[in-house]
């Protein structure tokens, strides 16, 4: 990571399996907007990679292609800073995949921080999870669910659940990619 922290930090905008609305398992759209500017948050904060996870094919070669675009075709020359920002892009079928690769890829264990919007007992706070980042020892998977949120087969099957961000109203519905930036800003931000 281009940071101060020895620990690397990876993020996966998880597609499949999230809830819908009435809490039924399914697999999301891609959106163009979260490509853009998560991984435009993610190169500001140093993540090593950004993957984009789902099952479905059509998808997966929408994302693609979009990325193409701006990597290595007329995007890239136009816009060398979103190029730069969008070759952080993976796209993966399923979550075990991208685990794999990252434990292959760095030879040491990969933990799973997942993120919801909900209060629970055990979340790990966004102090604890910076002081994880500085000790190295791992690599650590952040997830960002899409839709409603992560299916809970993926939340309880994480290391950690991350504590959700909390604003001053009761209302907690924020875009994935601004909850996305402020969580890179709350654990890999500078704090004086």
Known sequence: MNNSYPGKLYLALVHHPVKNKNGEIIASAVTNLDLHDISRAAKTYGAEAFYVVTPLDDQRTLVE?????????????????RREALELIRVRKDLSRVIDEIRLQDGRPVKVVATRAAESTGQLEFAEFRHLLAEGSCSYLLLLGTAWGLADAVLDAADYVLTPIRGNTAYNHLSVRSAAAIILDRILGHTG
């Not at 193409?68 to 020359?77: A, C, F, L, Q, Y």
Request: aromatic share 12%; glycine share 18%.
């Open 65 to 81: 292609e979009l990325v193409s675009h701006w990597t290595t075709g007329r995007g890239g020359d136009y816009n060398p800073m």
